[in-house]
Every structure is written in structure tokens, then in C-alpha cells.
């Protein structure tokens, strides 16, 4: 299973800033002529965490951050027509996206002191793209239920030992992170014995949901014991009030990695 590394966990967004300033401003440092004013910025992540991101941005850097939501498959389309010339200067996106943007040939390399501060499994092995974060599936256990349990969970396999916990997790088709889990289970204990685990808890599930916030609220008002969780929303969670513990899975856990590739006639790489 992919491990769950502590010492690189970068879950928060803000927590990015730095290097995706850093890593843009870079570019801008031999380049005065070009005297950027503003970057658009294609992302297929939710607007509403990009544009705190471009809020710290233009606040920090003083250029303006124009952000355009695209679904997966927009993006690709428009980065295909748009390869001639494009039109952005920024891609944010999943991992998998990323991949497949580069299959089309449209990203910079772009390598810096800052990118190689980011370990080679986060990033392009041909530096078309860097990782920026990663969100770790964790276990949001309600601190009021752990009081009562015999003891506090830490491993995959402690979910199915105690058959009176409540479990709440996003359904496996409704979220990429959710789809990565089950894809990671089934790539470190093989489809049959990770079938056999998913059946164990089976009748624990109180809800299957179709959004990544839910199993957190739930666990977090006591309508489950424990969520299976991306740490992102646990985190937000956590910061509102709610009576939650967070739990990293000591064999390790699945992670959901976004990252950021450069156009080529980005402002950054004129």
C-alpha cells in the first residue's frame, strides 16, 4: 500500500502557496519585460479551494489569478485545441489528469531549486509537472465513541474486528479519492482478499455517500463511529468544532495527489 509519509503531508492548500509561488516567480526573476499582471489558471479541482489559493496568491505576489473550473475531460479537449497557443499559463489537476495532459504534449519542462526540493514519486520523472499536495485517506474516529472502544483502532484490519462500530465512507464510484482507495487495497492485497475485507464490514457501513464531506459529518455528529475519510475534510472538520480524532493507518493508506503543470507560453516560461 502507499505509504502515509508525515513528514510530507501537505493537506492544507495554503500550505502551497510557497512552493507554487515560488516555483511561477521563479520564472519571472530573469524576465522583467514581461511584466506579468495576471495568470489564468485551467483546474479541474474545486473552485471554491483553488480561488483561496489565488486569493493568497494575488495577495502575496500582487497578480491577479484568473481561474477557469473545467471538468476533466474540458480540460483535455481545450488543451488539445489550444496547443498551437495556448492560453493559459497553469494547469491544476489530479495526478491522473496531469498524466494525460502529458500524453498530449502540451506542458513545459520546467525544473527549479524549489521542484527539486519535491520527492520523485510526487512529481513527473520528466519534470512536465510537479506534485503540490497529497491527501491521505484517514480514519476520522468521534472522540466520544473511542472513549468506548476496547481499543483505539489502527490498522485497516481493526475496522472488521469490532462488529458494533458504526462505519461511514464515500461510495467508490462517487469520488476519485474514494476509487484510488480501492484501487491501492486492491494493488497491495489483491482483488480477492480486499473483496473479502470490503465484505467484512459490509454490514457496519451506515452510508455509502456520494460526497467526501458526508462520512466525516456524520462521525463527527455521532452518527457514525468512524469515517474513512480524506484528511482534507477531517482537518476542516476538526478547525469547526466537531469532536473529532484523526487516525493514519500504520501500514499505510491511499492518497489522492494534485499537482501543477506550466504552459509553454506561460509568463513563467517566456
Same mark, same amino acid.
Given at each position: ?86 492560453? @493559459?499559463? +497553469? ?9 494525460? *495532459? &502529458?500524453? %498530449? ?5 520546467? $525544473? ?83 473483496? @473479502?475485507? +470490503? ?9 455509502? *455517500? &456520494?460526497? %467526501? ?5 456524520? $462521525? ?51
Amino acid at each position: 500500500m502507499r505509504r502515509y509519509l508525515p513528514l510530507l503531508l501537505i493537506s492544507v492548500f495554503l500550505l502551497t502557496l510557497v512552493l507554487v509561488g515560488s516555483t511561477i516567480l521563479a520564472g519571472y526573476a530573469g524576465n522583467r519585460k514581461a511584466d506579468v499582471k495576471s495568470l489564468i489558471v485551467y483546474t479541474t479541482l474545486p473552485v471554491e479551494q483553488v480561488a483561496v489559493l489565488g486569493q493568497e496568491f494575488e495577495k502575496n505576489y500582487n497578480i491577479k489569478v484568473n481561474i477557469i473550473p473545467l471538468t476533466d475531460k474540458d480540460l483535455l479537449t481545450r488543451l488539445k485545441t489550444e496547443s498551437a497557443s495556448p492560453r @493559459a499559463d +497553469l494547469v491544476l489537476a489530479s495526478r491522473d489528469v496531469l498524466v494525460e *495532459a &502529458k500524453k %498530449l504534449n502540451v506542458f513545459a519542462v520546467y $525544473a527549479t531549486e524549489e521542484t527539486d526540493l519535491i520527492p520523485e514519486r510526487f512529481k513527473d520523472n520528466d519534470d512536465n509537472w510537479i506534485g503540490l499536495w497529497f491527501d491521505p485517506i484517514v480514519f476520522a474516529v468521534n472522540l466520544d465513541a473511542l472513549k468506548n472502544m476496547p481499543k483505539q483502532p489502527s490498522r485497516w484490519a481493526d475496522l472488521g474486528k469490532e462488529s458494533r462500530l458504526r462505519l461511514a465512507m464515500t461510495d467508490f464510484l462517487a469520488a476519485e479519492a474514494s476509487e484510488t482507495l480501492l484501487h491501492t487495497l486492491i494493488s497491495v492485497y489483491g482483488e480477492e482478499k480486499t473483496l @473479502a475485507y +470490503l465484505k467484512t464490514i459490509h454490514p457496519q457501513i451506515v452510508q455509502y *455517500a &456520494k460526497f %467526501l464531506a458526508t462520512p466525516v459529518r456524520m $462521525a463527527g455528529m455521532g452518527e457514525a463511529d468512524i469515517a474513512i475519510a480524506v484528511h482534507s475534510e477531517t482537518l476542516r472538520y476538526i478547525h469547526e468544532g466537531f469532536p473529532l480524532k484523526i487516525i493514519y493507518p500504520e501500514e499505510g493508506t491511499a492518497f489522492w495527489l494534485a499537482g501543477a503543470g506550466l504552459l509553454p507560453k506561460s509568463a513563467a516560461c517566456r
